[in-house]
Every structure is written in structure tokens, then in C-alpha cells.
């Protein structure tokens, strides 16, 4: 199939749900991909975080295929050593509890909603509170705890007993907090919402008021999760721990899987015909998943991102510096934004044409996370055509 041929039948015979750009790619390794003719770009931003450890990781690709030849699936009602082990690597990597498997980051998330509502049922709690400019998922329960309503708004009626606060801004949370809320749910870094950092002595302040009022307090570490900020999960910066966790992106490196932790006592709360996935936790997705938590420990991908992130926002900041279209330069490790005082999305297609991938959230903030296990000549190369990059974008205005 040619470029043409491939674009054609997408408008013919797939839902036209996604904005997409006009880049038909074939091939990808590590940090790079290939397009169909053959141009080569460095990814800034593989695959929203889903290829965290780079393009078709080796020791992934090796474990999927090894597995595929012994079992790949097999349904719940059953044992298999497999999720076993990934149940107990991701317990072994965060924080005493039990998993719950799934295939995406709305279903971890759903499966929270479910479990935090089993858990308010004893005294009639039901409601959500998470924050503005959050993303959660595209399910119905998911996108009313988005609290962004272009995601929900063609949706509604949507499911009762979600609002929102604001991040950083405590009072905003506290007035909400009453009788009947159960939970709360936030991400560390707003990645969707434009790289915004929760700051640790709101946290503090959150955890404090969940554990007066015996509210859950759940993370969302989809986009955050897996070594992006410099530890295996992003409250691990903060030293506060979660009631529930939710997991999915790096998780399979490149596998749909999901996944929802909980502390033992919620978790139990969890019995047979409660909640389940008939794909989830599958022979070939735990594989992967093993395989993902094994790499990012033995290749030392932690302290690979630790390290090069200093390097990473030095450089952004000296672009600071230089171009005034930049305005703030912000994150954690390898989940930055750099937000701009114009729209973002010409840039973006002038850093593609250089051969470097970037995104564009939010209307004018730039993510920038690159795989874990980037080299650092690769990391100054893509930073060089940013470069290049923005002087062209800067003299358009
Ligand atoms: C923080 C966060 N939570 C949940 C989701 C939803 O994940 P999925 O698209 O796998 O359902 C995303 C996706 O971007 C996300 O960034």
C-alpha cells in the first residue's frame, strides 16, 4: 500500500474520531521511527508515553514473542504463573497492596471509581472529587472525572457525583469535601491538562484531610508512572503514599495493559463477580509487563532519567532564555512542558519537518518526554533541532 492508498481508506473504513498528522509511519526503534518514505525523526513523545522504554524495546519484543509460543491467553477462572509475577514486580515497586488487571488507563480508573464506591456503600458515600484540567479516560464514568468538559459535553446526562477542584489551590478542594465524598483523585503532573505540577505541601494538605475524613485518595500514575519523573512512580517524589493507584502507558511497553493497585483491606473489597476484564491480566500483557519493570531495573533507567534530566531542563531553560515566545519552563524528569505565549501547534509541524516529534497540549504548552532509556547524544540532537526549530517559529511573530 502506498501513502496515498493508506490515508484513503482510513477516511473510508475508520471512524474519524482522531485529529491526525499527515505523517503515515512504518518503522520504530528506540528513540527513533521512520516514516513511509523513508525520512527518519527522533521521538520526543513516543506514543504518548506508551513506548516509554523506546520503540519495540528488545527485551519486551523478546519476552511478547517467547510468551506468544507458550500461552497467550487465558482466561480468569484460572491460574497462570505469569500475572503471578507481575502482580507481585509492581507490589514489589510501589507499596504493599494487591493488583487488579485491566487493558488501558480508563479501565484502571474505572476499576477505582468501582472499588471506591464499594467502599462508600457502608455509609452512602458515593462522590468523586478530582480537578480541573485533569485527564482520566473516555469512558462515560472517566470523562465526567475529567475535569475538562470538551471531553464530556456532547455525553451528558453523565454519571452523578463528580466535581472539581483546582489544583494547588486547597480551599478550592476542602469547600467541596462533604458527608457523602468517598474519594479523590489526582494526577501528580497534569499531563493532558498541560504539565502542571501538584505542589508537595498540597498534597500533604490533601492526604491530611483524606485521612481525617476517611476519604480515599487516589493517583493517577498512567502518564506518570514507569520512571518518567525520576522514580519508578511520581508520589515516590513526594514520600506520600496513595489508597489506590492506577497504571497504564509504560506499564507494557508498548502492550495494551492497564492496571489498578490498592492497599489490602480496599482491594479484599474486590470479590468474585464485583469487577472484571476478560483480557485483562493475560499471559502475553503480563509478560510484557514483567518484562518492562525487569529493564527499567537492570538497564538503571532511573537514574538514566534522573541524570539526564538535569541536562534536559538546563537546556530548555537556556531556550528560555534566548526565544521570548517561551514563557515557563516546568515539570519533573522526562514529563516537561515548555509553555509559550502563542499557540503551539506550528511548531510542532516545523519540528516534524526537521525530523524531531514533539506535542502540543493545551493549546500552547510543548510536552517534551522522551523514552526513559534515551542516550544523551541522542537527547542533544533532538534538542538542537528544537532549536533550530524555534528560531523558525520565532520569527513568525
Ligand atoms: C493521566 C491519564 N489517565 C488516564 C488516561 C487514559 O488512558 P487510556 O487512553 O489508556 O484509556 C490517560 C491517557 O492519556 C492519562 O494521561
Redesign the pocket.
Known amino acids: 500500500m502506498d501513502e496515498q492508498e493508506i490515508k484513503q481508506i482510513y477516511q473510508q473504513f475508520v471512524v474519524g474520531s482522531y485529529k491526525r498528522d499527515d505523517i503515515v509511519f512504518v518503522k520504530g526503534k528506540g528513540s527513533y521511527l521512520w516514516d513511509i518514505k523513508g525520512k527518519k525523526y527522533i521521538d520526543f513523545f513516543p506514543g504518548?508515553a506508551v513506548s516509554g522504554l523506546g520503540h519495540c524495546p528488545k527485551n519486551v519484543v523478546k519476552s511478547i514473542c517467547r510468551q506468544a509460543k507458550i500461552l497467550m491467553h487465558l482466561s480468569n477462572n484460572f491460574y497462570h504463573p505469569w500475572q503471578a509475577q507481575a502482580a507481585k514486580k509492581i507490589i514489589d515497586v510501589s507499596f504493599p497492596g494487591k493488583v487488579f488487571f485491566c487493558n488501558?488507563?480508563?479501565?484502571a480508573?474505572e476499576a477505582a471509581i468501582k472499588l471506591c464506591r464499594i467502599y462508600g456503600m457502608k455509609n452512602s458515600r458515593y462522590k468523586f472529587i478530582s480537578f480541573r484540567d485533569s485527564?482520566?479516560?473516555?469512558s462515560l464514568a472517566?470523562v465526567t472525572l475529567t475535569g475538562q468538559e470538551k471531553y464530556s459535553e456532547p455525553f451528558k446526562p453523565l454519571p452523578e457525583g463528580f466535581s472539581y477542584a483546582q489544583i494547588n489551590d486547597f480551599p478550592s478542594l476542602d469547600v467541596l469535601v462533604d458527608e457523602k465524598t468517598v474519594a479523590v483523585f489526582i494526577?501528580l503532573i497534569q499531563?493532558?491538562g498541560g504539565i502542571n505540577v501538584v505542589k508537595k505541601e498540597e498534597l500533604e494538605k490533601i492526604r491530611k484531610l483524606c485521612n481525617e475524613k476517611d476519604v480515599l485518595l487516589v493517583f493517577?500514575e498512567?502518564?506518570t508512572g514507569f520512571g518518567r519523573t525520576g522514580r519508578f512512580f511520581a508520589y515516590q517524589n513526594y514520600g506520600i503514599e496513595p489508597d489506590i493507584m492506577?497504571l497504564?502507558?509504560t506499564l507494557g511497553g508498548g502492550f495494551p495493559v492497564?492496571a489498578m493497585v490498592a492497599k489490602n483491606s480496599l482491594a479484599d473489597l474486590f470479590v468474585p463477580g464485583t469487577h472484571a476484564s476478560t483480557f485483562g491480566g493475560n499471559p502475553l500483557a503480563c509478560s510484557s509487563i514483567i518484562s518492562v519493570i525487569e529493564t527499567i531495573n537492570s538497564e538503571k533507567l532511573i537514574e538514566n532519567v534522573k541524570e539526564l534530566s538535569v541536562f534536559l531542563k538546563e537546556k530548555l531553560e537556556k531556550s528560555r532564555n534566548k526565544f521570548l515566545i517561551i514563557k515557563e519552563i516546568r515539570g519533573i524528569g522526562f514529563m516537561l512542558g515548555m509553555e509559550l505565549n502563542v499557540p503551539g501547534e506550528k511548531l510542532v509541524k516545523i519540528c516534524q519537518g526537521k525530523g524531531l516529534l514533539v506535542n502540543c497540549t493545551h493549546g500552547n504548552v510543548i510536552r517534551i518526554m522522551p523514552a526513559i532509556n534515551i542516550k544523551k547524544p541522542l537527547l542533544k540532537k533532538g534538542l538542537k533541532i528544537l532549536e533550530e526549530s524555534l528560531k523558525e517559529f520565532s520569527l513568525k511573530f
Open positions: 504518548w488501558s488507563g480508563a479501565e480508573n485527564f482520566h479516560g473516555r472517566t494526577e499531563g493532558e493517577d498512567v502518564q492506577t497504564a502507558k492497564g
